[in-house]
């Protein structure tokens, strides 16, 4: 799914030549419908919610451009902007509602928290509409129960849904059903679409012919009038010609569009209703028209994450350079195969050519070349994110050195530059981490895709804006893990969703993700990550969060005896640190002066001035509670004395490595699975 601010912005072209054309009668009826009474109204009881209208038609029939031009015509209305969303994937799968709120929640700039389900968000999205003035575009609704979640409790918010029939359940729904575009706008369309040339003035009778057998469907017009602009010497009566004589079914496909058995690309999804078959038949025109480099470039843009191409989507499936994919890209926007979108240099493939497209891709390539080439795009994808992430880094870090060394098309000249690109690629770099994660003959592209896109946007955003969209691509990665028997790495993705669980106040799921972390960990023939022990003392960092402290205490305690058999001295101190905390929390003074001299024996060995300072501290404020003043007022001279000993001089160790004295860490630190 893919949305927009909602800053209103000028829709792609409706009919791919720059304007639209024809559908007064429905664009009155559309603005008429705002003001009519509902029934809530008729009853003298105010309107509940948004006015909801829908526009309803077949695949190709230009029920997203009628809803565009819509929106534009009256978004001076709607002061607070715009928003869209998509609600069905291309490969015809209906989009989560709580994916859809969040994404719109982002659009709107509110915080989201980090795994927020479906509840919250629809209520944090209405709380967020709630007296402003705004249209949400939803295009590709599959049903009711979609559309009545994220209709505003404003009732001066207008929904304007795009659909196939009508939808039941929705209350107070406007419909308006299109069919074809009436004989004059039709050949107006194709006219546009054909160019500068007069052949469709000239023989008006052929024109109309090819309009009725296109059943004045705009997709359809669109692809043939894209095909006569490339064809300049070709006449309207031969386009009638080749397009009667075309089939109207796909290869493979049976006579009523459907293809038995057969393998959707790329991977199994409910298969959508059979596409109107004059546009079967345009689109048959124009792929048997193109070169076979090109034509099995617009093939394989079935493999288009979310249905969203560039110049290094197309150049990493097609292999072939990024200006040669730029120009084919192009090329495609003319014959009327792409649409622009508000993205520079970013395209959409049409809701309606992207499973006749997969249809193609699966019967004319090889599954081995289909696989290679989304592989391609993949690690191109891969490198992508790692610049992006290096142009966040310092100068003359590791991580710009080795961007330096790749080719100028994948560098970013500028840290603005990449984080522009990570945002407005967002969706379809999203789409692309789900599509490989469920692939399941790509997991170490889809291990490397999430781990390169988690650091992408941890470098780019903050905290709190990467959190939401990092616990959706940290639960990408147990399944692959297990698939593959990776048992360190699942223990790693579960901590990293725990994390986030705990800082978003969900400390009983964060529980059950640091026990399956555990579980995991233990599972791992070796663990040179010490997950175990991470997830041992996530454990009780929750149970003290909780204030439950023996509990706490006793995790504490079974991470510090995994660590000491290690021989982690860093976490040594740190944990017994934690423990003493605890036991200081519960004013069991003997075992928290013990375990911070314990703390501090520990920095001590490591060498870590600031710590062992840090630890005598807390044992001498241990002691004056518990009444021992004296021996408080020593230790405090030794840290005060250890402490002149850090003034303009370097740490023989590390610095802050012990880390007890950040708090109850909640995951702080911790490194992202890679």
């Keep these: 799914m893919h949305t927009s601010g909602p800053t209103p912005y000028t829709a792609p072209a409706a009919d791919g030549s720059g304007g639209f054309v024809g559908r007064r009668s429905e664009l009155a009826q559309l603005r008429a419908d705002i003001g009519r009474a509902g029934l809530d109204t008729l009853s003298g009881r105010p309107a509940p919610r948004g006015r909801v209208l829908l526009v309803a038609g077949r695949p190709g029939s230009g029920r997203t451009a009628l809803a565009e031009e819509f929106a534009r015509q009256v978004a001076a209305d709607y002061p607070a902007g715009v928003l869209r969303a998509r609600l069905t994937d291309p490969d015809g799968t209906p989009v989560p509602t709580e994916r859809t709120a969040r994404d719109l929640l982002r659009a709107l700039g509110r915080p989201v928290r980090a795994g927020a389900g479906e509840e919250e968000l629809t209520e944090a999205l209405r709380a967020a509409l709630s007296g402003r003035r705004a249209l949400l575009l939803l295009d590709e609704v599959a049903g ?153 470039t617009l093939r394989l843009l079935a493999l288009a994450p979310a249905g969203l191409a560039d110049a290094h989507t197309v150049a990493g499936l097609a292999g072939c350079p990024v200006d040669a994919a730029a120009a084919t890209l192009e090329g495609f926007v003319r ?76 560098r970013f000249a500028t840290p603005a530059a990449a984080a522009a ?79 986030l669980d705990l800082r978003a106040g969900r400390p009983r799921e964060a529980l059950t993700r640091y026990r399956a972390a555990l579980e995991a960990a233990r599972e791992a023939v070796a663990d040179p990550a010490g997950a175990a022990a991470r997830a041992l003392e996530s454990l009780g960092d929750t149970y003290s969060a909780l204030g439950d402290r023996p509990r706490a205490t006793d995790w504490y305690g079974r991470a510090l005896a995994l660590c000491q058999t290690r021989g982690d001295l860093a976490a040594e101190a740190r944990l017994h640190g934690r423990i003493g905390a605890e036991h200081l929390h519960e004013g069991d003074w003997e075992e928290a002066l013990r375990a911070w001299r314990a703390a501090a024996a520990a920095c001590r060995r490591l060498k870590d001035r600031r710590g062992y300072v840090r630890a005598l501290e807390e044992a001498a404020r241990v002691q004056e509670l518990a009444g021992r003043a004296e021996e408080a007022l020593r230790t405090r001279r030794e840290a005060l004395r250890w402490a002149r000993r850090l003034e303009g001089g370097p740490l023989d160790g590390p610095s802050g490595g012990t880390g007890y004295g950040e708090g109850h860490g909640h995951g702080a630190g911790r490194r992202a699975p890679s």
């Design 144 to 296: 009711s129960g979609q559309l009545a979640d994220l209709v505003p409790e404003s009732r001066d918010c207008l929904v304007l849904a795009v659909s196939r029939g009508p939808l039941t359940g929705v209350p107070d729904v406007r419909p308006c059903t299109l069919g074809g575009l009436d004989t004059a706008s039709a050949v107006a369309l194709l006219a546009r679409c054909a160019g500068e040339t007069p052949r469709v003035t000239v023989d008006p009778r052929a024109a109309e012919r090819l309009v009725e057998a296109c059943g004045g469907r705009p997709a359809a017009l669109v692809l043939v009038g894209g095909w006569l602009a490339a064809h300049p010497m070709a006449s309207v009566a031969e386009a009638v010609r080749r397009f009667g004589d075309l089939p109207d079914t796909l290869p493979g496909e049976a006579a009523d569009g459907t293809a038995p058995g057969a393998r959707l690309v790329p991977a199994p999804r409910p298969r959508p209703a059979p596409a109107a078959r004059p546009l079967v038949r345009a689109l048959l025109l124009v792929h048997g028209s193109l070169p076979p480099a090109a034509a099995r």
């Design 335 to 410: 014959l009327g195969l792409l649409r622009t979108t508000a993205v520079p240099g970013q395209y959409e493939v049409p809701g309606c050519l992207a499973p006749l497209l997969a249809v193609l891709l699966r019967e004319l390539e090889r599954p081995a070349d289909v696989q290679l080439a989304r592989a391609r795009m993949l690690e191109r994808t891969v490198r992508l994110l790692r610049s992006c992430r290096a142009a966040a880094e310092p100068p003359g870090s590791r991580a710009r050195r080795e961007a330096a060394g790749l080719p100028r098309a994948l």
């Design 421 to 499: 690109w990570l945002d407005s690629r967002l969706p379809a770099l999203r789409a692309a981490a789900g599509l490989a994660a469920r692939d399941g003959e790509l997991d170490t592209l889809a291990r490397r895709l999430v781990s390169a896109l988690t650091r992408a946007l941890s470098a780019h955003l903050e905290p709190g804006g990467a959190a939401p969209e990092l616990y959706r691509l940290y639960e990408l990665l147990p399944p692959v893990a297990a698939r593959r028997g990776l048992h360190g790495e699942h223990a790693a993705a579960l901590l990293a969703l725990g994390d």
